[in-house]
């Protein structure tokens, strides 16, 4: 059958140069570009819109600042260039209750040659929201070989109570906005794979 990690709300996966074996520098190689990047995941969330936000993963850099990304309290995925502050920003759409695969580009541009950079939510290929705030100034460089570079599934560091209650099926992360095709071609790829 179709494999998955299964999250209960109170455990989570964490990856450290520190933990997990992981010899020295080896977390090292990726900035999270903030304006130029794509995250997707396959999940199932088993607590539709919690109390709190809950974390499907997170990024923590060597001055043990965040970018998040989870559910909020109000069922919509969520974005969180810098975990624990604003801004927050929401798909402006409910998770669906079923399993779903969502992604995450940042850095097409507004309109044909402009500076200003486009945040786009997809729920199941399917475009649902954009944003324009400048998040230039929140990337996360994760090249040094440092003890507090971390990386987790189903969890932020900064906020142990909310952590994630369901499955996370897939994750892929680019150091680049994909393009149309390729977003074509990852959303065709989930869609045969998971039936969705």
Do not use: C
Not at 141 to 149: G, H, P
Not at 159 to 185: H, P, T
């Amino acid at each position: 059958g179709i494999g998955y990690a299964d999250f209960d709300g109170g455990d989570f996966l964490y990856s450290t140069r520190a933990r997990g074996n992981v010899s020295s520098g080896k977390m090292g190689g990726v900035t999270l570009t903030q304006e130029n990047f794509t995250i997707s995941v396959v999940i199932d969330n088993d607590v539709p819109a919690p109390s709190a936000l809950k974390y499907y993963f997170s990024w923590t850099d060597a001055s043990r600042a965040s970018s998040a990304f989870g559910i909020s309290s109000a069922n919509r995925a969520a974005w969180l260039p810098t975990a624990g502050s604003l801004p927050h920003i929401s798909s402006a759409t409910a998770y669906s209750g079923t399993p779903e695969f969502w992604t995450i580009v940042g850095g097409t541009a507004s309109v044909a040659g402009s500076d200003v950079q486009t945040l786009a939510f997809y729920q199941n290929g399917v475009l649902k929201a954009t944003d324009t705030t400048d998040l230039s100034a929140m990337n996360r460089v994760l090249t040094a070989d440092d003890a507090d570079i971390n990386f987790y599934l189903g969890y932020w560091s900064g906020s142990a109570s909310d952590s994630f209650d369901g499955r996370i099926y897939e994750f892929v992360q680019y150091n680049k906005a994909l393009s149309s095709l390729q977003l074509a071609q990852l959303h065709g790829y989930y869609a045969s794979k998971y039936n969705i």
